[in-house]
């Protein structure tokens, strides 16, 4: 079956500007979570859902930063008036039990 | 305190060796652990995961899990060249379904 998939694949941005990523979860999945991996480091834990709730917002960096899956399928993080440092990799997970299945990420470069 | 922490590497092994990879954590209450390989630009994949105190044997991998020391290992037997990639540990956070990554081992298995 279709594995995650991340859309878009690659966005560069001016500084300032908003940007939505996009995620589309193994179909049955329940759980959804978004990490940030910087060169050179593990994936670094931002948010997650069950089905629509957000269950943990704690790794967002600052309140630019937000995410919704309003029907507990796909979800998008948003980055609101975005600066050169939320230049990273922007990686997607999901899962039906405890182990996650990571999509190919976005990679996000902010001019 | 880092709470999963990895040596970062290189690890360089020979071809047929035995590559003892290691991580510790700092959660007592951490329950599930995580292996995940990432070849460079590519995505995290999960090799194994152990949750019981003890060696879990899948293939040429074994994850050991001891914890009373709080320390998780992933032994690769025969490696091949194939194997060179960079290993990361994942330790749940406890009562939530919360992951947290080391920064990952680098290995290079040369021929």
């Known amino acids: 079956g279709a594995g995650v998939s991340q859309s878009p694949r690659y966005k560069v941005t001016k500084r300032g500007q908003d940007v939505a990523l996009r995620c589309d979860p193994i179909?049955?999945?329940?759980?959804l979570y978004w990490y940030r991996q910087a060169l050179g480091q593990g994936p670094e834990f931002l948010t997650y859902f069950n089905y629509e709730a957000q269950q943990d917002k704690s790794g967002l960096p600052n309140d630019r930063f937000s995410a919704e899956r309003p029907e507990g399928s796909i979800s998008t993080l948003t980055i609101q008036r975005t600066e050169q440092r939320d230049s990273a990799m922007y990686r997607c997970?999901?899962?039906?039990?405890?182990?996650?299945?990571f999509g190919p990420g976005t990679r996000l470069l902010v001019l | 305190q880092k709470e999963v922490e990895q040596n970062s590497g290189p690890l360089s092994v020979p071809e047929g060796a035995i590559a003892s990879l290691n991580c510790t954590y700092s959660?007592?209450?951490?329950?599930?652990f995580f292996w995940y390989r990432q070849y460079s630009g590519k995505s995290p994949e999960l090799i194994m995961f152990?949750?019981?105190?003890g060696d879990k044997e899948d293939g040429r991998f074994t994850a050991q899990l001891n914890k009373a020391s709080q320390y998780v290992s992933l032994l690769i037997r025969d490696s091949q060249p194939s194997d060179s990639a960079t290993y990361l540990c994942?330790?749940?956070?406890?009562?939530?379904?919360?992951?947290?990554f080391g920064t990952g081992t680098r290995l290079q298995v040369f021929p």
């Open positions: 994942a330790v749940n956070i406890q009562n939530t379904d919360k992951l947290i």
């Open positions: 179909s049955g999945h329940v759980s």
């Open positions: 959660d007592r209450g951490s329950q599930s």
């Open positions: 152990i949750y019981s105190n």
């Open positions: 997970a999901s899962s039906s039990q405890e182990t996650q299945y």
